[in-house]
Each structure stands twice: as structure tokens, then as C-alpha cells.
């Protein structure tokens, strides 16, 4: 291994693996998945997908096999369902300083994994239990063998590569392929509408031959058979038809009530993809690099494509009813690339500092910091808090979690300021409009975006505990308490996959277990534990043999025995 990739690594294993088991899995998505790995355990059943020992059509198996590899050598916990990503990281780091090596020097690739590496929500998202960095990770990389077809046709021949056409197209479709097997078909939807939307802006010139798109599409289909095809034969298509009926839902209405206004995801980009975020809005508007028009091809054609890529994936999602922070995570790509083209350019003395931009990285750099500063205050008051919620009893529960804080919490977000100014102050201090020399512009960078990956980890380590002992530390402690006994947990009036998880719940046990009205009302086997909410108890006072027996921070836990 190269010097530049050891150290990538090394970096990647200094911020992504530390306390990746710090902290109980969040319902829904971490929860959801990692239960599906710890029940293919169970049940011995590895090419099926299951929750609560039924088939789960929403998502295709490949995160979760990766899981229950992790979970294999880990034991079943958070630190194994979280790990994939963890390793999902560092692959994506070395992978764009690759590209970034190979598109404009062993410099620019630093700067874009720095870039990368320093914004809040790509960075966390490694350190999370969801599937999205690995179907962002295959779709991209998939993508890019595809450009590199494009970039190396007889006008494109900028770019040097070792790898035959059709074995590049052949190994492109294979990772589109396993982005499928990852997430489903939205893959092959936004690679087919990125590269529809570039074949339009080149005016529909055919850069590639059919029998070249042809190899692209059979080694997709090919990978995605291997389950999907296998799964159709085996249990005819009714999994296919309950998997794309939720696919289509998803897109097209609000699920489990995750709606919002069409701007939602732009502000989600500029906000969760700080500092990045501030840097590459100039750039897309107008490319920050001097390039030669005639011997750099392959460079403005990337441009285009990590443009065109933004765009669809911002729009599309946008588009879609329903809005989850992580549905425009693909956009990280190309956001942060546009990110490090800009301050490559200062960088290289090829542009000027537009001063718009530095207001705009101390905005919000004061912004975020003051947040992460007023945590800890707002923390030691809580009561000032409770008349604003005076009509939601839950919440006014969740508030009752007895959360010590105090002021050396106060430290990531000092830290984020701190390292806001120096790095303003290193762009600035020639005056707005001026040319930086390199050392001076890449010290401001490091600074800033290795300062932002520490502040990232310094508020995980300072307030991810305390936001889950306000919102679900009390319910995942008390299903942790039954985990091993001979009893059944039901949630009412609201979803969670957290009691099948931390109760380990066994495969087995009577089909009726499911059942409200049996566990409420039949002859049970063994104890029944409900869950409610403090503002909905789901009817359970009306029976005479169901009985409260606690309640914690908004939740509230009923038991009946058996007659």
C-alpha cells in the first residue's frame, strides 16, 4: 500500500471505528436492518429477509449479509451493525482520492477526500447502521466506469486506462448489479437518468455502440438475478409484486408520514453538507477551474457528469412524496467534488476568493457552532422548555430523562467556532478578491475540514448518548430487561422494531403473538408485556387483568399474566 492510501486508511480508521457501539441503534432504519441480520442468524433462512420471522419485502439482502458477516465476528450488537459502513468509509475515501488523483493530481484527490471527510452528514453516515453508503458507493462507482467509456472514445482520450472497454462496462454493470441487490431498483433509475440527461446535453451523439450498452445492462440483470431471479423461481412473484408495489408507494406518497415541502433536500444539502455545502454553490454555476478546452476533456466532461448527477438526484427527490434525510445522500458525490474543484482553484492561484463565500462559511459556521454551544445551556434548563410542549404529554415526557450536563459540554461546539475563524481568518486576511498563495489556501482547508471531522466526533462523544436518553434509552432499556425471558412484548399505538431486537425475540413461538386482540384477550402462554406511549395507552385500561406496572420518560408499560 501506497503512502497516501495508508494514510487514508489510517484516517478512516481514526474517525469511523471508534464508538461505532457507543450507543443503542435508533429506530427506525438501524434497528430495522440489523434485526433483519440477527434473524437470518436465527432462523438459519440466508437468502431470505425477514422481520419479525416474516417476510420483509422492502429491501433486497446484500447490507443486510454484509451485517450478519460483521455480526458473525462481533457478536450481535451495535458495534457489528454498524461496522459495514465503517468499512464502507474507508473504501470511499480511498476511492476518491483515486478519482481525484487521476482527474487533476495527487493534491486535488486530498483535497476531495478532506472535503469528504470534514462534512457533517457524509461523515456520519459511516458511522451509522443504514444501507445508503454502500448503494451510494456501488451507484457511483458504477457511474464512473461508465464515464470512463464515454471519456475514452476518440474524443475523449485524455484519461489513461489499463482496463479493456468491455471489461470496464462489464464490472460497471456488475456494481449496478449489487446496488440493486443493496436497495432496489431506484439504482438503475438514476444512473439510466443521469446518463439520459448527458446523452441529451451532447446533443443524443452516440459515444458508445449498442453491443457496448448491451454488456452494461446484461452484467446488471445477471447480478440482480442471482437473487431476484432465484427468489421468482422459488416462490413465484408474489415478493416481486409486494417489493415494487412498496417501491412505487414510496415514491409516490408520504410514508410512515415522512412528507415536507419541496425545498426540503436543498436545505438538507446545505445545511447537513457543511462546510462542504458553502463551497460548491459557486461552482455550480460556473466551473472554478482554468481548464484548457482542448487538452482537458476529460476533465470538463467529469464536471458535466457530477453536475447532471446532482441535479437529478436533488430534483428527483425533491420530486418525491416522501422526504427522508437520507434520500438525497447520492448527491454527497458530487457535492463535495464541486467543493474541492473551487478550492482547488484557490488553491492553485487559478481563482480568486469570492467574498460572498467567506460570509457565507462564517454565517454558518456561527450558526452551527452557536447550536452546539447553546446545547449544554438549554440542557441545565430544561424546565424553560416544558411550556412549549405543554399539549404534548409525550414529550413532555421524553423531557423528564434525567440528563446530566454541564459546561465542558460545551466543547464541540467551541471547537467548530474556533476552527471556523482560523480558517476564515487564513482565507481572508489578504483582503476579498485577492490570490492565495497554495500553503496558505490548503492550510485553510485542512484546518477547516479536519477541524469540522473532529467537531463531528466531539459532539457524538458529548451529545449522542444525552439525545438518546431524551428520546428512546428509557424503552430500549426496559426490552433490553426481558431479553432471554419466557415472555411476549408488544408496542402499541406506534412502530418500532426495537423489542424484537433488544428482547432477541426467538423464531418459533405461536403465530398469535402477533395479535393484539389475543394477546389482550386469549389464553396466552406466558407473560405479556405492552408499551405505550403516555398520550395513548391503546385501550389497555379496560381490561381488568392488564395491569401498569412503570413508566419512564413519555413511555408507559402494562403487563398481564397468564390466567
Not at 485 to 493: A, E, I, L, S, T
Request: charged content about 15%; some cysteine; hydrophobic content about 50%.
Amino acid at each position: 500500500m501506497k503512502k497516501d492510501q495508508f494514510v487514508i486508511v489510517l484516517l478512516g480508521i481514526l474517525f469511523y471505528l471508534p464508538f461505532l457501539g457507543g450507543v443503542h441503534l435508533f429506530d427506525w432504519d438501524e434497528i430495522n436492518f440489523a434485526e433483519a441480520a440477527r434473524e437470518m442468524i436465527v432462523s438459519g433462512d440466508y437468502f431470505h429477509v425477514q422481520i419479525d420471522y416474516l417476510p420483509f419485502w422492502e429491501k433486497p439482502p446484500l447490507f443486510i449479509w454484509m451485517q450478519v458477516l460483521a455480526m458473525k465476528l462481533f457478536g450481535v450488537n451495535e458495534f457489528a451493525a454498524r461496522f459495514p459502513n465503517a468499512i464502507c468509509g474507508i473504501v470511499t475515501l480511498l476511492f476518491l482520492f483515486h478519482i481525484g488523483k487521476k482527474l487533476h493530481g495527487r493534491s486535488f484527490g486530498w483535497i476531495w477526500v478532506l472535503t469528504y471527510l470534514g462534512s457533517i452528514l457524509p461523515h456520519l453516515y459511516f458511522r451509522s447502521g443504514i444501507i445508503d453508503p454502500w448503494f451510494n458507493l456501488l451507484i457511483f462507482s458504477s457511474l464512473y466506469h461508465f464515464i470512463l467509456i464515454f471519456s475514452n472514445q476518440e474524443n475523449y482520450g485524455q484519461v489513461k486506462s489499463f482496463i479493456d472497454k468491455n471489461k470496464r462496462l462489464f464490472f460497471g454493470g456488475v456494481l449496478l448489479g449489487l446496488a440493486v441487490l443493496t436497495k432496489g431498483p431506484a439504482a438503475i433509475l438514476l444512473v439510466g437518468l443521469t446518463g439520459f440527461v448527458y446523452w441529451v446535453s451532447v446533443k443524443f451523439k452516440m459515444y458508445f455502440t449498442i453491443s457496448q450498452l448491451l454488456i452494461y445492462g446484461f452484467s446488471a440483470i445477471l447480478v440482480t438475478a442471482l437473487w431476484f431471479g432465484v427468489e421468482l423461481m422459488i416462490n413465484g412473484g408474489w415478493f416481486i409484486t409486494e417489493f415494487t408495489t412498496y417501491q412505487i408507494r414510496l415514491f409516490s406518497t408520504p410514508d410512515a408520514g415522512h412528507g415536507g415541502f419541496f425545498g426540503y433536500h436543498f436545505v438538507v444539502l446545505l445545511l447537513g453538507c457543511f462546510p462542504a455545502s458553502i463551497f460548491a454553490i459557486p461552482a455550480l454555476w460556473r466551473s472554478p477551474l482554468l481548464l484548457d478546452a482542448d487538452s482537458q476533456k476529460w476533465q470538463i466532461d467529469f464536471r458535466k457528469w457530477m453536475l447532471i448527477l446532482f441535479w437529478v438526484v436533488l430534483i428527483l427527490f425533491s420530486m418525491v412524496q416522501s422526504k427522508i434525510v437520507h434520500y438525497s445522500s447520492l448527491c454527497y458525490f458530487p457535492l463535495t467534488y464541486l467543493s474541492a474543484t473551487y478550492l482547488f482553484s484557490i488553491s492553485k492561484n487559478e481563482k480568486k476568493l469570492n467574498s460572498r463565500v467567506v460570509i457565507a462559511l462564517l454565517f454558518f459556521g456561527l450558526l452551527i457552532s452557536s447550536i452546539f454551544i447553546a446545547l449544554p445551556l438549554v440542557g441545565k434548563n430544561i424546565e424553560l422548555l416544558k411550556p412549549l410542549f405543554a399539549k404534548d404529554l409525550f414529550a413532555l415526557g421524553n423531557l423528564e430523562a434525567e440528563i446530566t450536563w454541564s459546561f465542558w459540554d460545551m466543547i464541540p461546539g467551541l471547537f467548530l467556532l474556533f476552527t471556523t475563524l482560523i480558517s476564515v481568518y487564513i482565507f481572508w486576511r489578504k483582503g476579498f478578491g485577492k490570490k492565495y498563495s497554495f500553503l496558505k489556501s490548503m492550510s485553510g482547508s485542512v484546518i477547516l475540514f479536519g477541524g469540522s471531522a473532529i467537531f463531528i466526533t466531539l459532539s457524538l462523544i458529548f451529545f449522542i448518548n444525552k439525545i438518546e436518553g431524551y428520546s428512546q434509552n428509557a424503552v430500549i432499556e426496559f426490552y433490553k430487561s426481558l431479553e432471554g425471558k419466557n415472555v411476549y412484548v408488544k408496542n402499541v399505538g406506534f412502530k418500532s422494531y426495537a423489542p424484537l431486537f433488544y428482547t432477541k425475540k426467538p423464531d418459533g413461538l405461536r403465530k398469535e403473538n402477533r395479535s393484539y386482540k389475543w394477546l389482550t384477550e386469549g389464553e396466552i402462554d406466558r407473560t405479556v408485556y405492552f408499551v405505550t406511549k403516555i398520550n395513548n395507552d391503546g385501550g389497555l385500561r379496560k381490561y381488568d387483568d392488564i395491569l401498569e406496572v412503570g413508566r419512564k420518560n413519555g413511555f408507559v408499560f402494562f403487563r398481564r399474566n397468564i390466567p
